[in-house]
Every structure is written in structure tokens, then in C-alpha cells.
């Protein structure tokens, strides 16, 4: 061991971060399974229940297909959201973060990331699948899976704010649920009128692209606004 | 660049912290100077923990300054997460992840150049050899307070973190990690570093060690 004191600054870009906080997240995320599994298999479920609770009539399970996929995603997506901090709160590992050499926001943001791999991914992966119990088509399809690729990006930053402010909070997890489903309503209206217009025959890129603008300017914004609230709940 | 020895690297003056409508402190002042310790001694809920986490700027006092190699203390500020390694309570491990890649994740939040032997020999150093691929999960807590001192060790070499904030290490450690937590310690303020260190415990530190008396208050 030397007995110079090196700073060893020099490789602590931005990326690197994003890669090791979304490399942990990942890893644990692989380790328990069966968490993985839970929101996947409740979106399933849940989806499936409409069909049965509506009956056979094909015309009217259509219509409300698109709705359907996506308040299913939507709940789906929330369930997962206290994985993001919940246990690092508990066990130190936040602390530890937000005194590492990387900025929080950073980390806050390849944790983001980490969470839509594992939950976002998934979800729009067996949309179509689900899709087909409620009639629609292979357009109509593809359309809900560029909708939930582009919206579940955003539901996971926006939540992961939410699950960053009642950190530490008794009943937190409704009340995060009281401050995260008004945010999620625009990509809620977007997302669904996508599927929607694809069913009428209507062009989809206006709703499409606005998912995209609301994407681009989450991935700048919310990894600060994250980075505020784990602040704040650890003060 | 090694650090200077006898600079005044923390100093604290009139520093307060209320929680709740109980103050814990008031009008606090010390300062460190580096290859020094300062010991915080006093009763359970005295404000040991809180002192330490207004140290490391993850808790914000109510009144006063804390200034860190001529920089103010402010929450997560750059020079703060460059020069300050907090261990509290908490271990920050993860139960499903094995030893060593619980020590390599918190290593990877210092420093980029430790590589798997690093690791390994830290990991034996520690007497935790043997257990490196066993998960978190199955650990005494004793181990599990292993895994930091191995991550002490490791930081006395490689991008050196100069001000150690510690809050009960020697909890539930032996006498052997009792000891080796000393020698790690004894390592790092003869290397210009130094600490502040929240025990109940006599350690036995064989730099110049300073004790701050932490009263109760009414």
C-alpha cells in the first residue's frame, strides 16, 4: 500500500455511473425472481379478468381494449415502484449512494433505468399476447407495444419521484399511489388514444410523439427531481 | 498528492441540531486536525448518529457550519462525497448478493481501480476469505460488519477518502475485529486521514485521539 493519496477522479463520468448504479439494480433484480414475476403475472391476471367479467361480445371487448392494457400496465408498473429505493433505504445502501463520488441524479437514473428493464420491458413485451383475448389486430397490436415502449419509461420516472418522497413514511405506499396516479394520467390519455386512433383508422403519430416529448423531457428532468426527493427523505 | 499533515481538515463552530421540539445540540465547536480522531462519547440518544450524519451533510443542521478542508459542508456537495466515507448503522448490504459482490459494489461507488485480488485479499485480511461466495443473507452481523472494515481497508489504499465518519464500528465485531478495525484506523491517520468515531467502547487507538463528551440535554 502506498502511503500517497490518490484522488481518483478522473473516471467518475457520468455513463460510468448510470452503469454501475443500473448494474446492481439489475443483478438483484435477476437474484429475486419471484418479485420479477409478481407485477408480470398481475398484469396477466388482471388483464384476463376483463374478459370474463365483460362476456363474449367481441365488439365491446375491442372498444375497451386499449383502456384495459393500459390501466392494467399502469397499476402494474406501481406495484413495482417501492422496489426502486425501498430496500436500499432500509439497508443503508441509499446513504451510500448519495455520498459516492456520483452525482445522485446519475444514479437515480441508471436505477430508472434498471427498474423499466425489469418491469416496462416485460409489460410491453406480453401486451400483444394479451391483446388477442380482446380481439384486436396486428396494427391495433403493434401500436399498444410502441405505446407502453414509449409511456413506461415515463411511469417508471414519475413513480420512481413518488416512491423516493414517502421513503420512511408510515402508509406510504397508498399515499404514493395518491401522488403518482394523477402524474401518470397524461401518458394514460396518450397511450390509451394511441391504441384507440389505430382502431379508427387515425393517424397515431400526434399521440405517439407526444409520449416521445414527454419521454424526452422526463429522461432530463425527473433524475434531478428524484435525486431532490431521496434528499429530502433522508435528511 | 499526500495530504498535509497538522492542516485543520474539519471544523465545526456554534453548530445546533433540534429534532422534534428536543435539541441535541447547541453551539457546538471543535475542529480535527489530520492524522487525528475525534471519539464521540456519551449516553444512547445523545445525538452521536445525528452529529455524524450532519458531518457528512446528509442531515442539514438547524444553525452553525461545518467546514471540511476549507469548503463548507453541504448536502451531497461534490468536495463532501469526494472526501467523506460514512459508515452508520446500517451495513448496506444486500442479503441476495454474495460478500464479495456486496464489497464490489460499494467499492465501485469509491473508486474504479480495485481489482478482484484487492478484493480477495481485503476479504481474507478480514477472515471473511472462506465466505466470499457465500449471500449476504447468511452472515452474523458480526461478518456482516466485516464486509465494511474490509471496505476501510481497501479505501486506505485506493482513492483514499480522507475523512471517516463511523458510527459504532466495533459494534458486535470480536476481539480480533476489534483489533483489526484499530490497526485499519491506526493505518489511515498515519496516512494524514482522519475520523470521527461514534463508540461506546474503549479502542484503544494508537494516534492522537481526542474524546467529545456529549451531554443530555433538558
Known amino acids: 500500500m502506498s502511503a500517497v493519496l490518490p484522488r481518483a477522479n478522473e473516471l467518475t463520468t457520468p455513463e460510468r455511473g448510470v452503469w454501475v448504479a443500473m448494474r446492481r439494480d439489475l443483478r438483484l433484480a435477476v437474484r429475486s425472481k419471484g418479485e420479477l414475476a409478481q407485477a408480470l403475472a398481475f398484469f396477466v391476471i388482471v388483464v384476463s379478468l376483463f374478459p370474463l367479467a365483460i362476456g363474449p361480445e367481441s365488439a365491446l371487448l375491442k372498444r375497451v381494449a386499449p383502456g384495459v392494457v393500459w390501466v392494467c400496465a399502469l397499476l402494474a408498473v406501481m406495484l413495482t415502484l417501492p422496489r426502486i429505493f425501498q430496500s436500499d433505504y432500509l439497508d443503508g445502501t441509499l446513504e451510500q449512494l448519495a455520498l459516492s463520488r456520483y452525482p445522485l441524479p446519475v444514479l437515480c437514473a441508471g436505477k430508472m433505468i434498471a427498474h423499466w428493464l425489469t418491469t416496462g420491458v416485460p409489460l410491453a413485451i406480453t401486451a400483444p399476447l394479451l391483446g388477442l383475448q380482446f380481439g384486436l389486430e396486428g396494427r391495433e397490436l403493434m401500436v399498444i407495444v410502441a405505446g407502453l415502449i414509449l409511456g413506461t419509461p415515463i411511469l417508471t420516472m414519475l413513480g420512481a419521484i413518488g416512491a423516493a418522497l414517502v421513503l420512511g413514511v408510515r402508509g406510504g405506499s397508498i399515499l404514493m399511489a395518491l401522488l403518482v396516479l394523477p402524474l401518470y394520467i397524461p401518458v394514460l390519455i396518450f397511450g390509451a388514444g394511441a391504441a384507440e386512433a389505430s382502431m379508427v383508422g387515425v393517424d397515431v403519430t400526434a399521440n405517439l410523439s407526444l409520449l416521445a416529448a414527454m419521454l424526452l423531457i422526463g429522461m432530463v428532468v425527473t433524475p434531478f427531481a428524484a435525486a431532490a426527493a431521496v434528499k429530502i427523505s433522508l435528511d | ?218
Not at chain 2, 38 to 46: A, D, E, T
Open chain 2, 1 to 218: 498528492m499526500a495530504l498535509a499533515a497538522d492542516a485543520v481538515t474539519l471544523e465545526v463552530k456554534g453548530l445546533g441540531l433540534a429534532r422534534g421540539s428536543r435539541c441535541l445540540f447547541a453551539d457546538l465547536d471543535f475542529s480535527l486536525v489530520s492524522g487525528h480522531a475525534l471519539i464521540l462519547r456519551g449516553p444512547n440518544g445523545v445525538g452521536k448518529t445525528s452529529l455524524l450524519r450532519v458531518l457528512a451533510g446528509l442531515t442539514i443542521a438547524d444553525s452553525g457550519s461545518v467546514v471540511l478542508q476549507a469548503a463548507r459542508v453541504r448536502a451531497f456537495a461534490p468536495h463532501v462525497r469526494d472526501n467523506v466515507l460514512y459508515i452508520g448503522h446500517a451495513n448496506a448490504l444486500k442479503d441476495d448478493l454474495t460478500v464479495q459482490e456486496n464489497l464490489a459494489d460499494q467499492l465501485a461507488l469509491d473508486t474504479n481501480d480495485v481489482t478482484l485480488a484487492d478484493q480477495l485479499g481485503a476479504l481474507d485480511a478480514v477472515h471473511l476469505g472462506d465466505r466470499r461466495d457465500m449471500l449476504a443473507r447468511r452472515l452474523s452481523q458480526g461478518q456482516k460488519r466485516r464486509v465494511g472494515l474490509a471496505r476501510l481497508r481497501l479505501n486506505c489504499g485506493l482513492a483514499h477518502k480522507s475523512m471517516w465518519l463511523l458510527d459504532e464500528p466495533t459494534n458486535a465485531l470480536d476481539e480480533q475485529g476489534s483489533a483489526l478495525f484499530v490497526e485499519t484506523v491506526n493505518r489511515h491517520l498515519s496516512m494524514g486521514g482522519a475520523a470521527v468515531i461514534a463508540s461506546h467502547l474503549p479502542l484503544g487507538l494508537s494516534g492522537p485521539v481526542a474524546e467529545l463528551q456529549m451531554q443530555e440535554r433538558a
